[in-house]
């Protein structure tokens, strides 16, 4: 007897990936044909690469349309309107001594005295200063020395009295640069007349906020007619007056090389410094020494201390020797200035 034996089913060969749907399902996708030429089919349907698109090129190749100080990304957004340019911060004159420029700004007007005093043979003088900013550059300034205590040489008893000054004299100041000008200005002695000449180029450097340095802001004046007016002493204005009545031979005008130096200890308060020399006959005359004298070879130095209660007043102190070589010479100096 014969038995009968099963066929061993085929396993269904395993299908491909199935690709990712689309619009419709992939042809042969769901054949159940066990044939490898069906399998191979359905694969080959179902398994096919996606083909990809390419990004167009960016317009600029080489980079050179970038700007670096606006790129763009997120949250920089550039809609192409102009933008307003940053404010402009208002400069006016600085409470600060060291940083004050070498003119007043435009509009601004200053009055100043300083008197002082010499102690042996004892005189004393003050002049009344004012000045005014036309522009930044151009500063307009009047002095009047007003009056003086001393001695009048004209007399011959020795009688100290407050004499009434009379030098009075106009100047201009140009500022070449933030750190340097130049000043020209005439000089008057009334009774007598005289005039003269004076040239300065004041300068001016500033390092930080604590620290300037100055020089040549009074440097020649120079004979015009008769003799050369003083603003800082009218014992010597006096003496020059005296002498064109005896045919003194008059200064042909005076030098003065100084520099000077500030230190900003507060907002408010300031230490300066001032030396110089002082040539007082350019002719070469040759007289005793002291300030309120012509014909003098001397040096000079003087400290003190400037205090600004309030940003347009100014009070200052200073003590120093107008000789160095004579201690007769020590000289006080008080300053008061106001702004308006």
């Known amino acids: 007897m014969s038995v009968a034996t099963a066929q061993p089913k085929k ?26 030429s069906g399998s191979a089919d359905a694969g080959s349907g179902a398994g096919s690469a996606v083909q990809m698109t390419e990004d167009a090129p960016p317009s600029d190749m080489n980079g050179t349309d970038e700007n670096p100080d606006n790129p763009h990304g997120a949250g920089n957004v550039d809609n192409g309107k102009p933008k307003p340019p940053p404010p402009t911060a208002t400069v006016g004159y600085p409470i600060e001594e060291a940083l004050r420029p070498i003119t007043l700004p435009e509009g601004m007007a200053e009055l100043s005295i300083a008197p002082h005093a010499e102690m042996s043979p004892f005189w004393s003088s003050d002049a009344l200063r004012a000045r005014y900013g036309i522009t930044r550059q151009f500063q307009l300034g009047v002095t009047y020395a007003f009056a003086g205590v001393y001695d009048d040489p004209a007399t011959q008893v020795k009688q100290y009295a407050i004499h ?93 090389l100084s520099g000077y130096g500030i230190y900003q200890l507060q907002s408010n308060v300031a230490f300066t410094g001032r030396i110089g020399i002082d040539i007082g006959d350019l ?17 000079f130095i003087r400290a003190g201390i400037d205090f600004t209660p309030r940003h347009r007043v100014d009070l200052g102190v200073s003590v120093g020797f107008d000789d160095l070589a004579h201690a007769g010479t020590f000289d006080p100096q008080l300053y008061l200035a106001l702004r308006i």
Do not use: C
């Open 11 to 36: 396993k269904a060969p395993a299908k491909g990936p199935i690709a990712p749907a689309k619009d419709t399902p992939a042809a042969g996708s769901g054949s159940g044909s066990g044939s490898g």
């Open 164 to 256: 009434p000054g009379k030098a009075v004299g106009i100047d201009v100041t140009y500022l070449i640069q933030n750190w340097i000008g130049v000043r020209i200005g005439l000089p008057f002695y009334l009774n007598p007349f005289a005039m003269s000449l004076s040239i300065a180029t004041p300068i001016k450097f500033h390092f930080g906020d604590k620290f300037a340095l100055g020089a040549f802001d009074d440097l020649l004046n120079i004979k015009l007619s008769k003799f050369p007016p003083s603003f800082t002493s009218e014992l010597q204005n006096a003496q020059a007056a005296q002498g064109t009545t005896t045919g003194t031979e008059q200064s042909a005008g005076t030098l003065r």
């Open 283 to 299: 002719s070469g005359g040759s007289s005793t020494a002291g300030a309120g004298t012509s014909g003098t070879t001397l040096v």
